[in-house]
């Protein structure tokens, strides 16, 4: 079976500059000096908190940044009064559809999750799950994580999301400035489409050794459209 990734690296974006950004603390976002929102937005930082935010790719999304969008879906980002939340858009950072980080006001970053388009071939549920669990095994973690050490994989397993052929592989590495981190790997596939997601999530255990499940409440909000 013909099976392609598509991971955006930097080559496939277009470069989008944006001027310098102040902070507008009554609305809690950054604004350029012309007054427009910059890309990268705080959740609960300053000002009002909200119980979560959509983020929308889609055609709009695609003309924003230059980037191709073949599936558009939706994804919803919790907020907490404890934690601090942002997302970087592709102009700020290349080669995923959004990042979204998770931090505490005094330990810092917790967690982080960056998102990827993922296309598989249409077929079986089992043989689409086996296809990506092979993938992953062999091509994407070594990929995500060539520049840590000790690097291990736990396992791949079913995911059980809504209506969609999903696993998640589970592993760690060491990064020498952050220390152990511990990593999920999602494929999360329609059943009828060839175009999906792939979700990469960091945990960073020195400073959140429990699994709040932040990461994972944006991947189970996933709706395609």
Do not use: W
């Amino acid at each position: 079976m013909l099976v392609r990734i598509f991971l955006l690296v930097a080559m496939s974006f277009m470069t989008v500059s944006s001027h310098a950004c102040g902070v507008d603390q009554s609305a809690n976002r950054k604004m350029n000096a012309d007054g427009k929102v910059c890309p990268e937005t705080f959740i609960n930082s300053s000002g009002p908190s909200q119980d979560e935010m959509q983020i929308t790719i889609d055609r709009s999304y695609q003309a924003r940044f230059g980037i191709r969008v073949p599936a558009a879906f939706d994804l919803m980002v919790p907020s907490r009064p404890d934690i601090i939340t942002r997302v970087k858009y592709p102009d700020e950072i290349t080669a995923v559809y959004v990042q979204v980080l998770f931090a505490s006001f005094i330990g810092g970053l917790l967690s982080s999750l960056d998102v990827y388009p993922l296309r598989i071939s249409e077929g079986k549920s089992i043989t689409r799950r086996r296809t990506m669990s092979r993938l992953f095994i062999t091509q994407i973690f070594s990929d995500l994580t060539q520049r840590f050490m000790e690097k291990e994989i736990d396992g791949v397993q079913t995911y059980d999301l809504d209506d969609h052929d999903s696993i998640v592989l589970s592993g760690s590495y060491l990064d020498p400035r952050s220390g152990p981190v511990a990593i999920r790997i999602y494929g999360v596939m329609p059943k009828s489409s060839k175009h999906g997601l792939m979700f990469f999530e960091r945990r960073y255990l020195a400073r959140a050794p429990n699994d709040e499940g932040f990461a994972e409440t944006v991947v189970r909000s996933v709706q395609f459209k």
